[in-house]
């Protein structure tokens, strides 16, 4: 074999070991979603078999040589209902079968845990909600039911883990959700599937799966010492939202404490829950979203807090489960009564500054 | 009268002045009304939670779509055309109301959240 | 002659082999290609319809998610122009239709007057429509291209002559920019029709001239007939651009 | 060895090309430009489109070179986008959806319903210089520097954040759709008013059934995407719109107005294809076409469903659960025409007496490959392994088995197929069954890879991509190669058969249609006296019996 180059040799090697043909399964979908896919491929495989040995047979037996003279043959209604009802109804059960999967895929369980991802131009941002930020890196425990909300900063992404069996596009102005166990440690890609222009093809990332021991240490060694709420609560402070929203009895603002999930009766009689994207849109658009009661002074924060700050805050007010926390809140940032324009305390400045967008 | 005149005569139907007369102030007549509707509050319709239907856009797309008809039936002699003509019309609509409901369907049905 | 049926130019699609001057060689006769065009002449109104389809899905969409401004915007336009506007060309649509009929029943002179009162009414109508866009311009409510203000939205007290009418609340500003959205939808949509209307004019004066050479009132009218099913189909438009952009939102 | 074949030329030593043809009629360049005969505007159709296949097919290659390594190293992720857009423009938009309507559809059409012509000549030949300006404006685009919005325009992608030619591509796409307007109206008038004394619906060959389809899709689907396309271009340059949620517009509506359009487009390319194939399976297996009642009504209910199912390319863009739902469903309905369609033409050759002639090898290698295409996509249709497999290159293997495997292989089997009648002269067989073989072989090693690199994860569009994906990519690269040649080869030996082919005569297949009872190549107006179609289609007694009776009457 001395004469084949070594060169050669190399590549054989690397492609060998670098070759696989099917994505290793690593959540608890990806079982399922492989039935579904391998239940297609049978049918396909069952169907293009007939197709051939029909198309092989006949052109075996009919050829001109073999039979000269062709039998006209106008139809047969039963032959066709065959073929039209039994891919009908194989079509029905990938159907439904399809349905269910989708729906088990989109959506969550009420257990899970949250993170966010925001995905930009190009890049995936990732928000724990202990304040670990990650970038283009994804550290997820197995055994444990994630569920990703997904916002886009600028176009449209997609955020993909084959080895999860799971997609999701990012849009902008939009949550969405997916969500997803992983069952096995390891290092798994992560891609941005939807086109985003020039660097498409570097939005690649992994999502590194460990045990949940392994993943507490993680979490550990990795805070920047604040939680993603704690964030939000500073950019809270420093956008002076407690000003109005502080719970007290003779507030401007509705009270947020235990507001999310929650259901509200709009201005407009409409009813809504108080979801991450309802929480969002409140914010940057609050004229649209007022709660019955209450008057539309609250301004616009289009355009002045990034995606990044709009998460710390949704995450923030997620987490006001009893008005404790929001008296703290109050509490280290010295709300005189009845002033609205509070400039935040100089001690939270930089902080908060981090997350506004100028 | 051979089949084939008969409807050779149906397609070279032509309508004479006195119908477009009519029509013509018919047609202005539901200008009128529908200018003269929109300075009214017509009141609105709560089907359900959430659903609620205004009077005045239904109104007024009713007598619009009344005026359409008009023109289309008349002006446009669809009245006396063949049925490949009126089929034709029908298919225009249906495509635009599959192309308008279908986009819609997606948009309300999200507002209805999860199952 | 009104209201009758006749048979246009029965007697020449019998003859086989010999052909009026206006049979295109191709057709088997003169009834063939009346059909054949007026046919394709619907063919094309469906491509119009689907064409229009997209920008009224649009406007649907928008002035469901951002009603408020769409009220305002809505109440920026002037209804007397628009009903103005609205008369001219049903009135246009209404003389073009007796140009037909004047075709079909061969009569020179009317066909000439009433293409020339169609045409007239066309260009009022984009008259009109020149008077109500630089209105729009002048208040900076053209998106995009000159600088558009958002303070009739803002500030209504600051647009007495709207104010008069309908004292609106202010518009919170999140709202007051989408009216940019409605304005966009506007210009887009009547921009689109008077881009047809103009199409229209253009065929308006070709056929004018021609039809002084008397070539529609011997017979051969499926010219004249098929540019009006364009005409009122430009007029159907118009109707329901009246109805969804000036009207539906008042109340 | 002979094959046996159906093949029945004239007499070499005595046979001459027809002098008067629509070929000869008229001289010179003027002849050609100002023409109204739907022949010389299909010939001058064959050649610009031709011209684009070729620009599309060498970007291909460009694309399939750059992905032979993980690295962006042959060029910059850049250069790299706009090639693959331009590729996906040039292909879908000047190539696939002119393909087979505008050439041999609009060669054919009006001789197998027995016309002089189509019924608008002059729009006609208006839709031909559509069809170049759309061209040129693309041209236009690559040389100014390109456009790197893929072919989907994805807003806001395409709105805001590119500064490449996006307005140019648009509006090219946009006059592009226009054409292929006005062509499919010119067939749908034509096939309701020109058919001739005795041609009922029912006698229609298949073929003018599956181009009516595509032709109503064209009329109804394309304008809408033309005013997405205008929307687009306003939005870019007025700053303002309704597609960027950053103006308070929204992305998805334009994908729910793009996809209206352009999931039907894939049926526009595909029907017309469709209708090839039962034309050839039918010549060379001597029968009429299994069901044909079935196969004409699937055609058509495949152009019906076709509008119900564009939001199945949304499943995973957060549109509700309940409109995914029923748009997966429609999109399980819409297949069944398809496989009804598989099955009515494998059935056309049971007791048939076939002879395998190079357009029907095409023919069978279409039936296999896009077999697969369409299980495919039901892979895709179901919103459940739609999740995992959309925007891979499972895609994208997908609709190249569609549109390469099953609308060129169809489009190659109705040049040859036609060929004779086109030019009057024969195409080398063997030859060209080797043409046809390096093809088929070629495609498989192309694009089977494709889907296990789908499944695998590998994101479509990547100018990049991780190592472990290499082998399967190195497959694909090589089976391109391939695949080149086998394009290749066909322009070379059609072109040389322009001048030493053998004169086919009049009805070289001793097919059944009524382009076939007249002279190759045709006369400017087609008959000499308009037919009156007195039997059905696909009927080969007839055509027997009428054989005979000239021999009677000639001896």
């Known amino acids: 074999m001395d004469h084949i180059s070594p060169v050669l040799w190399q590549f054989l090697d690397k492609w060998l070991t670098h070759f696989s043909l099917f994505p290793p399964e690593a959540s608890k979908i990806a079982p399922e979603s492989d039935a579904l896919y391998f239940f297609m491929v049978l049918v396909s495989l069952v169907g293009l078999t007939i197709v051939v040995l029909l198309v092989v047979a006949f052109s075996i037996l009919y050829n001109k040589k073999r039979h000269p003279r062709a039998v006209q043959i106008e139809g047969s209604t039963l032959l066709e209902a065959t073929w039209t009802i039994i891919p009908l109804g194989l079509f029905l059960i990938m159907f439904v079968w399809g349905a269910l999967l989708y729906f088990r895929i989109y959506t969550p369980p009420a257990n899970a845990m949250n993170i966010y991802v925001v995905g930009k131009q190009w890049m995936w941002k990732i928000e724990h909600p202990g304040g670990q930020h990650e970038i283009n890196m994804l550290h997820v425990p197995t055994g444990q039911a994630i569920q990703l909300t997904i916002i886009s900063q600028d176009v449209f992404h997609s955020f993909s883990i084959p080895a999860f069996r799971v997609k999701r596009e990012a849009i902008p102005g939009r949550y969405t959700t997916v969500w997803f166990e992983a069952t096995t440690p390891g290092t798994y890609r992560l891609f941005c599937t939807q086109y985003c222009g020039t660097n498409h093809s570097q939005m690649i990332g992994d999502v590194i799966v460990m045990t ?51 259901q509200l009766t709009l201005a407009t009689g409409e009813t809504v829950t108080a979801d991450d994207a309802y929480l969002r849109q409140a914010i940057l658009d609050p004229a649209q979203h007022i709660t019955q009661g209450y008057t539309p002074i609250m301004p616009t924060y289009q355009g002045q807090i990034s995606e990044d700050g709009v998460i710390a805050l949704v995450e923030y007010i997620k987490n006001l489960h009893t008005d404790y926390r929001l008296q703290e809140t109050l509490n280290t940032t010295e709300l005189p009564p009845n002033n609205e324009k509070k400039a935040p305390a100089p001690g939270q400045q930089p902080a908060a500054q981090k997350e506004v967008k100028p | 009268m051979s089949e084939l005149e008969k409807q050779h005569e149906q397609e070279h139907h032509i309508v004479g002045p006195g119908i477009y007369v009519i029509v013509l102030l018919l047609l202005l007549a539901g200008t009128a009304a529908t200018v003269a509707a929109s300075y009214f509050d017509l009141g609105e319709w709560h089907i359900a939670p959430g659903l609620t239907l205004f009077w005045n856009p239904v109104v007024a797309l009713a007598i619009a779509s009344g005026k359409m008809l008009l023109v289309v039936l008349f002006f446009m002699h669809v009245k006396y055309s063949t049925r490949l003509t009126k089929l034709t019309v029908l298919t225009g609509l249906f495509m635009f109301l599959v192309l308008i409901g279908m986009t819609l369907s997606d948009y309300m049905s999200r507002a209805w959240g999860r199952w | 002659m009104s209201d009758s049926t006749a048979i246009a130019n029965g007697a020449l699609a019998e003859e086989h082999h010999e052909h ?102 066309g260009l009022i109508f984009l008259g009109i429509k020149g008077i109500e866009w630089h209105e729009k311009w002048e208040k900076h409510h053209v998106p995009g291209i000159h600088q558009y203000s958002e303070q009739a939205f803002l500030n209504p007290a600051s647009d ?53 050479a008397g070539a529609f009132t011997s017979g051969h009218f499926t010219f004249v007939e098929n540019f009006g099913l364009y005409w009122h189909f430009v007029d159907i438009i118009w109707i329901y651009l009246f109805a969804l952009l000036y009207l539906i939102s008042r109340h | 060895m002979s094959a046996p074949t159906i093949v029945s030329l004239p007499d070499p030593s005595t046979a001459r090309i027809p002098k008067m043809n629509f070929l000869t009629r008229e001289n010179g360049l003027l002849s050609w430009l100002l023409t109204g005969d739907h022949k010389r505007i299909a010939t001058l159709y064959l050649i610009s489109i031709t011209f684009f296949f070729f620009i599309g097919g060498a970007l291909a290659g460009l694309i399939r070179l750059e992905l032979l390594t993980p690295q962006s190293d042959l060029m910059a992720a850049d250069t790299y986008n706009k090639v693959f857009s331009m590729h996906g423009l040039i292909m879908v938009f000047l190539f696939l959806v002119p393909s087979v309507p505008a050439t041999i559809g609009n060669f054919v059409i009006p001789m197998m319903v027995g016309a002089k012509d189509l019924a608008l000549p002059k729009i006609n030949l208006l839709s031909w210089y559509l069809y170049i300006l759309a061209g040129g404006m693309m041209l236009y685009t690559m040389a100014t520097g390109g456009v790197d919005t893929g072919w989907t325009f994805t807003t806001p992608l395409s709105t805001h954040y590119l500064n490449t030619n996006v307005v140019s591509a648009g509006l090219a796409v946009f006059v592009a759709g226009f054409s292929s307007i006005f062509t499919g109206l010119n067939f749908v008038v034509t096939i309701h008013k020109m058919r001739c004394p005795g041609m009922t619906w029912f006698r229609l060959p298949l073929f003018i059934w599956s181009n009516y389809a595509a032709s109503i899709l064209m009329i109804l689907g394309t304008p809408v995407l033309a005013i997405t396309l205008v929307l687009v271009v306003l939005e870019r340059t007025v700053h303002i719109g309704v597609f960027d949620p950053a103006y308070g517009g929204d992305p998805l509506l334009f994908q729910h107005l793009f996809w209206f359009y352009s999931h039907p487009a894939v049926y526009i390319m595909i029907l017309p294809g469709m209708g090839v194939i039962s034309e050839v399976i039918s010549t060379f297996s001597r029968k009429r076409v299994f069901g044909y009642t079935a196969v004409a009504f699937s055609s058509v209910a495949i152009a019906v ?174 089976g391109a190669t391939v695949l080149g040649v086998g394009y290749l080869l066909p322009i070379l030996y059609l072109t040389w058969s322009l001048k030493y082919g053998a004169i086919a005569g ?34 080969y007694e007839w055509l027997e019996q009428q054989q005979r009776k000239e021999v009677a009457s000639v001896g």
């Open chain 4, 506 to 539: 009049n009805n070289p297949w001793q097919a059944t249609g009524l382009e076939w009872q007249t002279q190759s190549p045709p006369l400017t107006e087609n008959f000499v006296e308009i037919p009156i179609m007195d039997h059905e289609a696909y009927d």
């Open chain 1, 212 to 262: 949940p021991e392994d993943f507490k240490k993680w979490l550990e060694s990795s805070t920047s010492g604040n939680s993603l709420a704690q964030d939000g609560e500073r950019l809270f402070a420093s956008l002076s939202c407690n000003a109005c929203h502080n719970a007290q009895p003779d507030a401007r603002g509705p009270s947020l404490v235990g507001v999310y999930d929650a």
């Open chain 4, 305 to 478: 469903f076709a509008f119900f199912v564009w939001a199945h390319h949304m499943f995973i863009m957060g549109i509700s659960n309940y409109a995914a739902l029923v748009f997966s469903l429609l999109t399980m309905m819409v297949a069944v025409p398809s496989a009804i369609k598989i099955f009515n033409w494998s059935f056309t050759l049971y007791k048939g007496s076939i002879t395998f002639e190079t357009p029907m090898l095409y023919a069978i290698g279409f039936m296999g490959l896009f077999t697969i295409g369409g299980m495919t996509g039901v892979f895709l249709g179901s919103t459940g392994t739609d999740i995992h497999l959309t925007e891979t290159y499972f895609v994208v293997a997908h609709f190249h088995f569609v549109m390469v495997g099953g609308m060129l292989m169809a489009f190659l089997s109705g040049i040859h197929f036609w060929w004779p009648k086109w030019t009057g002269r024969m195409y080398p067989e063997k030859i060209s069954q080797l043409a046809a073989l390096v093809t088929f072989i070629g495609f498989n090693l192309t694009f089977f890879p494709q889907f296990i690199l789908g499944t695998l994860g590998m994101p479509r569009r990547y100018a990049a991509y991780p190592p472990e994906f290499q082998v399967l990519n190195v497959f694909s690269t090589a």
């Open chain 3, 20 to 121: 009026p001057p206006y049979q295109r060689h191709h057709f088997q006769s003169v009834d063939q290609q009346f059909d054949a065009t007026n046919f394709a002449m619907w063919l094309f109104l469906l491509t119009e319809i689907m064409f229009f389809g997209g920008l009224f899905m649009s406007y649907l969409l928008m002035r469901n998610w951002y009603y408020q401004a769409f009220v305002e915007g809505s109440h920026q336009l002037s209804i007397f122009w628009g009903t103005a506007n609205t008369a001219v060309l049903i009135a246009s649509s209404f003389t073009m239709a007796m140009g037909v009929w004047s075709a079909e029943t061969r009569r020179k002179g009317s066909l000439l007057l009433f293409l020339s009162l169609t045409l007239m009414f």
């Open chain 3, 160 to 212: 007495p002559e709207v104010y008069k009418e309908y004292h609106d609340r202010p518009l919170s500003p999140a709202m007051a920019s989408k009216t940019e959205e409605y304005f966009f939808l506007y210009f887009a949509m009547t921009g689109m029709h008077a881009l047809h209307m103009v199409v229209g004019v253009g065929i308006l004066v070709f056929m004018i001239f021609r039809a002084k």
